[in-house]
C-alpha cells in the first residue's frame, strides 16, 4: 500500500509539473503574439491615418463614403488592437480568468471589424469604375472654383498635379466647364494644375508640349490609386484576422490551463 501511495504521489507531482510548464509555454507565447498584436495595431491605425489625412482631398471627389468608412474602421480597430495588446500582456501575467474573457471578447470584436472593412473594401472595389465614370467629370466641371466648394479645387488641383493628367477623360473635358466659361478664367481653357511646369495662367496655351493633353484624363489613373490602397486596406484586415485566430486560439488554452479563481 505504501509503494502504490509513492507512486500515486509522484505520478502526481508528475503531471502537475508537467500541467506548469504548459502553462508557462503558453504564457509566453501570448505575451510575444500580445506584443506583435500591438505593433500590428499601430500598422492598421497608421494605414487608416495615412488614408484620411494624405488622402482625404481624393475623398471629397468621390460621391460614395465607403472608401472613408473603411478608413474609419481601420483607425478604430487600430485603437481597439492597441489597447487590447496591453491588456492581453496583464491577463497573461496575472494569470487572471476574467481579464481573460474580456481580452477573448475584445478580440473577437476586432476581428469582425476587420471582417466589415474587408467587405467594404471589396463592395467598393466593384462598383469604383462606375461611380468614378458618373460623378467624377460632373465634380470638376461644375464645382471647379465655385463658391463654397475650396476643398473640390484643391483636390482638383492635387490629383491633375500628383498623377500628371488633366480633365476627367481628357483635357478636352474643361471646355464645359462652368469656371472655364466665365470671366474669372481670363484666356485660359484649362486650370492651371493641366500644366506641366505650372505657372499664373499657363492654362492659356492649349499644347501637349506645355498641359498634359496625350497623358489622357484623371479618371483610370484615380481608379488605379484607390483600387490598390483598397487592396492594401483588405490585405491588411486579413493579416491581422489569421493573426487574432493564433490569438484566441492561445487565449483559450491558457485559460483552460489556469485553475478556477476561488470565490
Known amino acids: 500500500m505504501k509503494r502504490r501511495t509513492c507512486v500515486y504521489r509522484r505520478m502526481g507531482a508528475y503531471d502537475e509539473k508537467k500541467e506548469t510548464c504548459g502553462t508557462i509555454c503558453l504564457k509566453y507565447l501570448l505575451f510575444t503574439f500580445n506584443f506583435l498584436f500591438w505593433l500590428a495595431g499601430g500598422a492598421v491605425m497608421a494605414v487608416g491615418i495615412w488614408t484620411l489625412v494624405e ?8 460621391s460614395s463614403s465607403t472608401y472613408a468608412a473603411s478608413a474609419y474602421i481601420l483607425v478604430l480597430a487600430g485603437v481597439i488592437v492597441m489597447v487590447t495588446g496591453v491588456l492581453g500582456c496583464c491577463a497573461t501575467f496575472k494569470e487572471q480568468r476574467n481579464l481573460l474573457r474580456v481580452y477573448f471578447v475584445l478580440l473577437l470584436c476586432i476581428f469582425l471589424l476587420e471582417i466589415l472593412a474587408g467587405v467594404l473594401a471589396y463592395i467598393y472595389y466593384q462598383q469604383l469604375n462606375e461611380e468614378l465614370k458618373q460623378n467624377l467629370r460632373e465634380t470638376m466641371v461644375k464645382k471647379y472654383m465655385q463658391e463654397n466648394e475650396n476643398h473640390i479645387t484643391k483636390a482638383v488641383d492635387k490629383l491633375q498635379q500628383e498623377f500628371k493628367c488633366c480633365g476627367s477623360n481628357s483635357s478636352s ?17 484649362v ?36 483600387l490598390d490602397h483598397l487592396r492594401i486596406i483588405g490585405a491588411v484586415g486579413i493579416g491581422i484576422a489569421c493573426v487574432q485566430i493564433v490569438g484566441m486560439v492561445f487565449t483559450c488554452c491558457l485559460y483552460r490551463n489556469l485553475k478556477a479563481e476561488p470565490y
Open 55 to 62: 488622402k482625404s482631398d481624393y475623398i471629397s471627389l468621390l
Open 191 to 226: 486650370p492651371d494644375s493641366c500644366c506641366k511646369t505650372p505657372t499664373p495662367n499657363c492654362g492659356e496655351r492649349y499644347h501637349p508640349s506645355n498641359i498634359y493633353k496625350v497623358e489622357g484624363g484623371c479618371i483610370s489613373k484615380l481608379e488605379n490609386f484607390i
Open 173 to 189: 473635358d474643361w471646355a464645359e466647364s462652368t469656371w472655364v466659361r466665365s470671366s474669372e478664367a481670363g484666356r485660359r481653357v
